[in-house]
T-cell receptor, first 112, second 113 residues
Framework: SQQGEEDPQALSIQEGENATMNCSYK?????LQWYRQNSGRGLVHLIL?????REKHSGRLRVTLDTSKKSSSLLITASRAADTASYFC????????????FGPGTSLSVIP | DGGITQSPKYLFRKEGQNVTLSCEQN?????MYWYRQDPGQGLRLIYY???????QKGDIAEGYSVSREKKESFPLTVTSAQKNPTAFYLC????????????FGEGSWLTVV
């Protein structure tokens, strides 16, 4: 069964707008990471947030983590057409940190 | 340059044949992973390995086999027992400590004809 679930499944916005994607998970984690995938390519790491952190920033990215709700959000500010991609959250379980599980992803389209 | 190399990029397999996908990394990573991705879907973990000569099944290991004879290499064999092997396969690696970034190869497309 999926450990992480992103929503929405698909998101379409205009260039310059902000994009928010959410991730929920089921069991306790050590860390949560967000990745990006352009169509037909491998995944690229964006940002990692540890279970004892609540918010993290990297450039136009802002990630929050609420362990009480078992959820995380990824905010991309001032989106660009080049941000068009699929975004995945990934969690490593407290019981088996080497086993990293990915959610089904959010497909983001940024319209110029 | 350091990275993960998967080959081949595209592979066609006849039904009933085994096929092996190669994955090599020169990042000195301890852990390596294989994921399967179906069109428009997320990644599902097939196998992962934390050290040489050791590996564990992921969520969808049936019909697949792996070996980890060298730290740099983690080949995946898709056997004839895998009933629906057409998919995009991604190899990845990371350092073994908690919270390390996973680095991905560019993937291999496998199509059964």
């Amino acid at each position: 069964s999926q450990q992480g679930e992103e929503d929405p499944q698909a998101l379409s916005i205009q260039e310059g707008e902000n994009a928010t994607m959410n991730c929920s998970y089921k069991t306790s984690i050590n860390n949560l990471q967000w990745y990006r995938q352009n169509s037909g390519r491998g995944l690229v790491h964006l940002i990692l947030i540890r279970s004892n952190e609540r918010e993290k920033h990297s450039g136009r990215l802002r990630v929050t983590l609420d362990t009480s709700k078992k959820s995380s959000s990824l905010l991309i500010t001032a989106s660009r057409a080049a941000d068009t991609a699929s975004y995945f959250c990934a969690t490593d379980l407290k019981t088996s940190y080497d086993k990293v599980i990915f959610g089904p992803g959010t497909s983001l389209s940024v319209i110029p | 340059d350091g990275g993960i190399t998967q080959s081949p990029k595209y592979l066609f397999r006849k039904e009933g044949q085994n096929v092996t996908l190669s994955c090599e990394q020169n990042l000195n990573h301890d852990a390596m992973y294989w994921y399967r991705q179906d069109p428009g879907q997320g990644l599902r973990l097939i196998y992962y390995s934390q050290i040489v000569n050791d590996f564990q099944k992921g969520d969808i290991a049936e019909g697949y086999s792996v070996s980890r004879e060298k730290k740099e290499s983690f080949p995946l064999t898709v056997t004839s027992a895998q009933k629906n092997p057409t998919a995009f396969y991604l190899c990845a690696s990371s350092f073994r400590d908690r919270g390390n970034t996973i680095y991905f190869g560019e993937g291999s497309w496998l199509t059964v004809v």
